[in-house]
């Protein structure tokens, strides 16, 4: 069965430092990866996925993540971390049998100024 | 292009009632899916609907159901509402193609709020 674990329910960070916010997947087949956040009393912003090809992938606000095929994981990164960056950061996973995406329970990362 | 748009925002209703939420998804996206998110249950699926069908359903009581319009407008309705029920309700759309690649796009959430 697909899951998607994000281990981590807090994540600290001092402000210009750099930021990673992990997810671990289990697929059974190819993993189509994505990476969500939340700021309070929002919806849920887009801001990157991984499909095929470069195992890093750019996406909005400055972040990136890092696809680890033998790992099993698609961490999410940023070199310089702003204090806006606050926000809760969702992974979900689909593979190759379900269209349905699955869920981490998300990660609170706190940036101190 | 508008983005996913979600009436009311905010709701207080009581036990017993039931509530319809609404919908509008981005132009030309065809899919509309719909998600329960609580603090300790964290984001679960209700259901998507594709072209005016419940295309999947997730592990919720009959008392949720949905439905999709013409114009890809979706609606949520429950009823006799649970405290349990008190929420953030995210609608999400997409083009819906059923490629894996699709993105889905949210919306601001209506925040139920059951007494």
């Known amino acids: 069965a697909q899951s998607v674990a994000q281990p981590e329910d807090q994540v600290n960070v001092a402000e210009g430092n750099p930021l990673t916010v992990k997810c671990t997947y289990s697929?059974?087949?190819?993993?189509?990866l994505f990476w969500y956040v939340q700021y309070p009393n929002r919806g849920l912003q887009f801001l990157l996925k991984?499909?095929?090809?470069d195992n890093l992938v750019k996406g909005s606000y400055g972040f990136e993540a890092e696809f680890n095929k033998s790992q099993t994981s698609f961490h999410l990164k940023k070199p310089s971390a702003l204090v806006s960056d606050s926000a809760l950061y969702f992974c979900?996973?689909?593979?190759?049998?379900?269209?349905?995406?699955?869920w981490g329970a998300g990660t609170k990362l706190i940036i101190k100024p | 292009k508008a983005g996913v748009t979600q009436t009311p925002r905010y709701l207080i209703k009581t036990r017993g009632q039931q509530v319809t939420l609404s919908c509008s998804p981005i132009?030309?996206?065809?899919?509309v899916s719909w998600y329960q998110q609580t603090p300790g249950q964290g984001l679960q699926f209700l259901f998507e609907y594709f072209s005016e069908t419940q295309r999947n359903k997730g592990n919720f009581p009959g008392r949720f159901s949905g439905r999709q319009f013409s114009n890809s407008r979706s609606e949520m309705n429950v009823s006799t509402l649970e405290l349990g029920d008190s929420a953030l309700y995210l609608c999400a759309s997409s083009q819906g193609t059923g490629q894996l690649s699709d993105t889905q796009y949210f919306g601001p959430g209506t925040r139920l709020t059951v007494l």
């Open positions: 979900a996973v689909r593979d190759g049998s379900n269209y349905q995406l699955i």
């Open positions: 132009s030309g996206h065809r899919s």
């Open positions: 697929v059974s087949g190819n993993p189509y």
């Open positions: 991984y499909i095929t090809g």
